[in-house]
């Protein structure tokens, strides 16, 4: 029998005002307030301590300089550089569409000492784009490319060794990365700030209001927050979903799982039911979704260990039946084991067979406590 | 499976084991002294995998951190019976299959 649904005592949600999103005015802080947060950083105390107890004392010539320079300065050294990928220039950079001069990057460069010769160590992309375009006659005064002038940061060095370090450090190595998650703020705090009338920042902005509708609330993966606090998820692809369903499943776990952090099983659980019974032509009413909720609650203590039966059982599976160590995980088993499990302890509402015929096997491979469960029905 | 409570030599464990008995011995063979289980919890492994989880994520304040390693120990001033009706609390309002067996 299905376990029922038990009502748990709900809490203000700290994430009301903690998230990180709900600013609709732009907040600026000095350099001052930053460079405080990082001095009372413990590890960052310790760095410090190591640098002064091995008596380190850096050079500040050795700090980058900036200086516009001709285009017709710049060289390109092959074996640093990737490439010329044209077509990144012609769809990416020089779209019509979005080619705004004003978002022209800065191109990065070794000189070498006493020559005016910049080595381009990126940027060569935005500087050919650049002096194409001036050739190409759509700057407006402008003829010769070489004597047009951009912002170039460099280092003087002869040595190519360090050049090279320096290229793959800028494109990426030792970079902090933009998260999806920060993709997604900067789409919907231009639109909550800006008024941005941008199509992928409204859309983003109105999934940002569905979820907190919900009390649902997306935070990057280094969150403090991740994981820690009820209503909160790291898993971006959730936007990737359409509005119904993601409205569906934050709705689904407001109702019932609002005490806990939101576990990546639910997206993937909701999506493929909501398709799933879509295609069957198959509705999905209040009473399945409670029954679902009692399922999870009553044999998994929610969603989590749900999440974690179902990838021992996949893994086992694959590992059993196809003799293959490290089966490759299939996020469509979620919703199907657990539509197998809703039917095995005598659940009544209509499946979509289709659904049904894939991963029978798996149920084979569950742990036992929770196969008692349904083989007693 | 069991969720257990133990009175350290120094702060108070927790933790969880499919046999509460060999995992005494483990910590009385690692201590060269007696260990005991002060509570005890017995429940279904989901129920008793969610009660830890929910200690060391959701209240991972609480934990006694070893530099940036989150131990399953508790942080000072912590005492068993706190940490039981802290355990209390969290099987009730979500109603967890535990039940206190010692």
């Known amino acids: ?377 | 499976m069991n969720f257990y409570i133990l009175p350290g030599p120094f702060r108070v464990g927790f933790g969880i084991t499919g046999n509460h008995e060999r995992r005494a011995k483990d910590y009385t063979g690692a201590w060269g002294g007696e260990a005991e289980f002060k509570y005890l919890f017995e429940g279904p492994p989901s129920h008793v995998k969610r009660l830890e989880n929910v200690i060391k994520t959701m209240h991972s304040d609480m934990l006694w951190k070893l530099d940036e390693w989150e131990t399953e120990w508790l942080g000072n001033g912590w005492t068993s019976e706190q940490l039981l009706e802290f355990v209390k609390d969290i099987i009730k309002e979500r109603h967890l299959k535990l039940t206190q067996i010692r």
């Not at chain 1, 070794?110 to 500087?127: I, N, R, W």
């Not at chain 1, 800028?170 to 909550?192: D, F, Q």
């Not at chain 1, 398709?275 to 969603?303: R, V, Y």
């Not at chain 1, 990838?311 to 657990?338: C, M, T």
């Open chain 1, 1 to 377: 029998m299905i376990p029922l649904y038990e009502d748990v005592v709900r809490k203000p949600n700290k994430l009301k005002n903690l998230n990180p999103l709900k600013n609709t005015i732009a907040t600026v802080v000095d350099l001052e307030s930053r460079v405080s947060e990082l001095n009372s950083y413990k590890a960052w105390q310790k760095l410090i301590a190591e640098y002064k107890n091995q008596g380190i004392l850096l050079n500040p010539k050795l700090r980058p300089m900036i200086k516009m320079v001709k285009l017709g300065l710049l060289e390109i050294d092959e074996d640093i550089q990737r490439a010329l990928d044209t077509s990144h220039c012609t769809k990416k950079i020089a779209a019509i569409a979005t080619f705004d001069p004003r978002l022209l990057q800065v191109v990065y460069c070794v000189k070498a000492p006493g020559l005016e010769v910049y080595h381009a160590v990126d940027g060569q992309h935005t500087a050919t784009t650049l002096a194409a375009l001036v050739d190409g006659g759509v700057f407006e005064g402008e003829t010769d490319w070489r004597e047009v002038e951009v912002p170039v940061l460099y280092i003087e060095t002869d040595s190519k060794s360090f050049a090279r370090k320096a290229f793959a450090l800028i494109n990426g190595k030792g970079k902090k990365k933009i998260s999806p998650w920060y993709e997604h703020r900067t789409k919907v705090m231009s639109r909550r700030i800006d008024d941005s009338d941008d199509e992928d920042d409204i859309a983003a902005e109105h999934k940002q209001t569905i979820c907190e509708n919900y009390d649902c609330y997306p935070i990057d993966e280094d969150s403090p927050y991740a994981g820690k606090y009820p209503g909160t998820f790291t898993h971006m692809q959730a936007f990737s979903m359409s509005d119904d369903t993601l409205e569906m499943a934050c709705k689904f776990h407001n109702k019932y799982f609002h005490y806990d952090p939101i576990d990546g099983s639910l997206w993937f659980m909701l999506k493929d039911i909501k398709t799933g019974f879509d295609s069957a032509n198959i509705k999905i009413t209040d009473k399945f979704l409670a029954e679902l909720a009692g399922l999870l609650q009553g044999c998994f203590a929610g969603l989590a260990e749900f999440h974690a039966a179902v990838h021992r059982a996949h893994r086992l599976w694959g590992k059993k039946v196809y003799n293959i160590e490290k089966f490759p995980w299939q996020d469509s088993a979620i919703a199907v084991v657990l539509l197998h499990m809703y039917q095995r302890m005598g659940g009544a509402q209509q499946l979509p067979q289709h659904m049904l015929d894939q991963f029978e096997k798996i149920m084979d491979f569950v742990d036992d406590d929770i196969k008692a469960l349904y083989e007693r029905v």
